[in-house]
């Protein structure tokens, strides 16, 4: 589980904030802070030692990224699925109705 902190601090590194200063300033906090979180995310998984963002820090965040397509998360593949059998579901209501109005 990520701390409000560490999140901004994890979407600042996605949004290509590289530096503590760049960070530190984009989130509003303080460098000593930073630095604890950027700490905190690699012990976690979520940032590699390069401080590059892992697999796991887009798919918790549920960040849409280039790589990953939106059926990686599973959730909206269950979405969609959802809406489709409902559509599914008035199209058929709606043909029962129609043949019984003729």
Not at 52 to 61: C, F, G, I, M, N
Not at 62 to 84: A, M, Q, R, V
């Amino acid at each position: 589980m990520l701390s409000e902190i560490e999140r901004d601090v994890l979407e600042a590194i996605i949004l290509g904030k590289r530096r503590i200063d760049q960070i530190s300033k984009f989130c509003g906090i303080p460098e000593f802070t930073v630095n604890e979180a950027i700490r905190r995310l690699i012990e976690k998984g979520y940032l590699s030692e390069e401080m590059r963002p892992t697999v796991k820090a887009y798919r918790d965040l549920k960040w849409i990224d280039l790589k990953h397509t939106p059926s990686y998360y599973g959730e909206d593949l269950k979405k969609f699925f959802k809406i489709i059998i409902d559509v599914i579901i008035i199209l058929v209501i709606l043909i029962l109705i129609r043949s019984a109005l003729i």
